[in-house]
């Protein structure tokens, strides 16, 4: 029973540069999200997705692609890295049914750009 | 939109005290939930207490306690009889009802605990 594995645990990119950062769940999950923390800023909601084929933006979308065709998984796409992109990134599934509901966090992906 | 706030970045607690962190939130919504996750050194994140704001009951969970109060819009989190690992960043999350992807976090506040 994996949950939600992320790939890199660990990135350097240079400025310009593209990579995608995977996320895969093994849970059946209808949502997933992607979040990035910064000190002092908390996790701020990149994007999500209620299921396969639907993704929506959340607070910081800018320079950051999403796309889910399985439900499984929700890869995150920079397209060119900036500095500013620097920072730990998490995915997340969870469901929701009427007022039962529950979260599972990978375990990060810390990405520097130079 | 909503948000949420932690107004205290750090704080520190002898062992075996009793210490609250702060939470508050701003929403216009009647019906969501409420969260505090711990996030040790090792990136984890792991959930210490949750409450449904349809609940007046106050949410306990061995140590961890939550002060609710809707009106206020606070959401605080107690921690009694402090241990050396509950040393960690604590975050305050909301989400709506109808919306199971989106957790809106607070800044977070990093526990010490003193030996």
């Known amino acids: 029973n994996a949950g939600v594995t992320q790939t890199p645990k660990f990135q350097v990119l240079k400025t310009g540069q593209s990579m995608t950062l995977q996320c895969a769940q093994d849970m059946n999950h209808e949502y997933m999200s992607w979040y990035r923390q910064d000190p002092g800023m908390g996790l701020r909601l990149i994007h999500y997705?209620?299921?396969?084929?639907?993704?929506d933006q959340g607070e910081v979308p800018n320079g950051y692609n999403v796309s889910r065709s399985t439900t499984e998984d929700f890869p995150l796409r920079l397209l060119s890295a900036a500095p500013s992109q620097t920072s730990v990134y998490f995915c997340a599934s969870s469901y929701s049914s009427g007022r039962n509901y529950g979260y599972t966090f990978g375990s990060g992906t810390r990405l520097t750009v130079v | 939109a909503q948000t949420v706030t932690q107004s205290q970045p750090e704080m520190s607690v002898q062992e075996a005290e009793t210490v609250t962190l702060s939470c508050t939130y701003d929403t216009s919504e009647s019906d969501y939930y409420l969260f505090w996750y711990k996030q040790p050194p090792s990136r984890q994140m792991i959930l210490v207490i949750r409450q449904e704001a349809y609940k007046q009951q106050n949410a306990t969970e061995n140590r961890f306690s939550v002060n609710f109060q809707k009106a206020a819009k606070s959401f605080s989190l107690k921690i009694s009889d402090s241990q050396l690992g509950d040393a960690a960043m604590y975050f305050c999350a909301y989400r709506l009802h109808n919306q199971g992807g989106k957790l809106i976090f607070g800044q977070g506040t990093e526990l010490s605990v003193k030996p």
């Open positions: 997705s209620v299921g396969a084929g639907i993704t």
